[in-house]
């Protein structure tokens, strides 16, 4: 059972209390339990099983303008002592930086909203090993499957956050996961490919048999892929992948990157970067929401926020110490976003997939090919050639290459959009992006 708040809240004032005592000016400290189980199958078979319980604690200690941070799992008062006097030391000796400090006051969180983040139930182990059972059963049910790999994750945490300003606060999460990896064979063809499942809470959940059987028949669907010659076509991105786009924006717009110049959208602040149809949110506050709090990691308020107006970059991911280098004010995005997504477009995935007569059905990339410092994008791929709407066959070996700054001005939003992971995308067209093959 994971650590009452009560016990973390003590450990955390004391901690503000003796670094106060022994000389800092100010101090945060960061305290968390987190326990998680899981278990492995592999091919109708147990694995492996593990469980892990972690206690851990990170203290800051500002002297005046000098800061420095020290982590420890051993939270025993003697050794808690020991660290706050060793973080002391340190800070003495650290130069010092006019920016340094804890968040404005007024912008730190003061009513919680509960948002249903935690589940009391729980799978033993028992459980975990008759979900998996039927997650394999399911996948060999598909002919052509010979191999599988699936796995049950539980985890359980609780965190307090405080700061000598007089801030204590935390909150219990919970996450159940699961996913399946089926291996297809063919005609001398062997393809793998997933599906997984992520949620705050054990009945939401997707059934063990679809989860086992989408597996299988993604896998079975890429077998004997044909390779394509080098070409410029439109590409769609599946959802799996087009969320990704999200993260290379999130990147990009982080303050840290912004006031070092290391990002492609620097001084792009209230410009148009994407068309006139494109709006994405960032949104702390969705019940259940696998990337929901209700404060940053330096305890400031996370309200809603509009990343993308039409098409218009609104908001950089500002936290308390890049937001005084650019003069702006922080939106409780330290330790980056919460839920963000895109919001739906205007076309079903029908007609998105007719919205040419040939489109190149992206379904995975290889390797990280991102440069935010330039926009410059290059990965390879694999996927589908669709033709008037219809999947025709399976493609590999390919190469996408283009930049981020016309690939955002060229994205085609499908209605599709799903809640399944702290970023989201629906399925979204590309073009500007070169496709290198045979």
Not at 151 to 166: P, R
Request: aromatic letters at 8%; one cysteine or more; charged letters at 25%.
């Amino acid at each position: 059972m994971i650590k009452n708040q009560d016990f973390l809240e003590k450990i955390a004032a004391f901690c503000i209390d003796k670094s106060k005592k022994r000389g800092a000016t100010n101090s945060n400290v960061y305290v968390s339990n987190s326990i998680s189980e899981t278990v492995n199958f592999r091919n109708r078979q147990l694995d492996e099983s593990d469980r892990s319980d972690s206690l851990a604690l990170s203290l800051t200690i500002y002297i005046n303008k000098k800061k420095s941070n020290i982590s420890s799992s051993n939270l025993s008062k003697e050794n808690l002592e020991k660290l706050i006097e060793k973080c002391i030391e340190t800070t003495k000796i650290t130069p010092e930086d006019e920016l340094n400090s804890l968040p404005d006051k007024n912008l730190l969180a003061k009513d919680i909203k509960d948002l249903n983040l935690y589940d009391e139930k729980n799978y033993n182990n028992d459980k975990k090993i008759e979900y998996l059972k039927e997650v394999e059963e399911s996948v060999f049910k598909k002919e052509k499957i010979i191999n599988s790999e699936s796995s049950f994750s539980e985890k359980k945490s609780n965190f307090i956050l405080a700061n000598s300003d007089g801030f204590l606060k935390g909150y219990k999460t919970s996450s159940f996961s699961a996913f399946c990896v089926a291996v297809s064979k063919s005609n001398g063809s062997m393809e793998r490919d997933y599906e997984y499942t992520n949620k705050c809470h054990l009945e939401d959940m997707m059934k063990s048999s679809k989860l086992g059987e989408i597996a299988a028949k993604k896998a079975i669907n890429k077998l004997n892929p044909k390779k394509i010659k080098s070409t410029k076509i439109p590409i769609i991105f599946d959802k799996r992948l087009s969320k990704g786009i999200l993260n290379v924006l999130s990147s990009a717009i982080f303050a840290s990157s912004i006031s070092r110049n290391t990002s492609f959208l620097k001084d792009k602040l209230n410009t148009e970067i994407f068309n006139k149809n494109i709006n994405i949110t960032d949104k702390p506050d969705i019940l259940k929401g696998l990337g929901s709090k209700p404060f940053d990691t330096e305890g400031v308020q996370s309200n809603e926020l509009n990343i993308v107006e039409d098409g218009i970059l609104k908001n950089y991911l500002i936290d308390t110490y890049y937001g005084k280098k650019l003069n702006l004010q922080s939106n409780g995005r330290a330790g980056g976003t919460t839920n963000l997504f895109f919001e739906n477009g205007n076309l079903d995935f029908k007609e998105l997939l007719k919205s040419n007569n040939k489109i190149l059905y992206v379904t995975e990339t290889i390797g990280h090919g991102s440069n935010i410092v330039t926009g410059d994008y290059s990965v390879g791929a694999s996927g589908f050639l669709v033709e008037n709407g219809e999947f025709l066959y399976p493609v590999n070996e390919i190469t996408l290459a283009g930049n981020f700054k016309q690939i955002f001005k060229n994205i085609v939003l499908a209605n599709d959009l799903e809640f399944k992971y702290s970023t989201n995308a629906p399925t979204a067209l590309l073009e500007g992006l070169t496709v290198a093959g045979k």
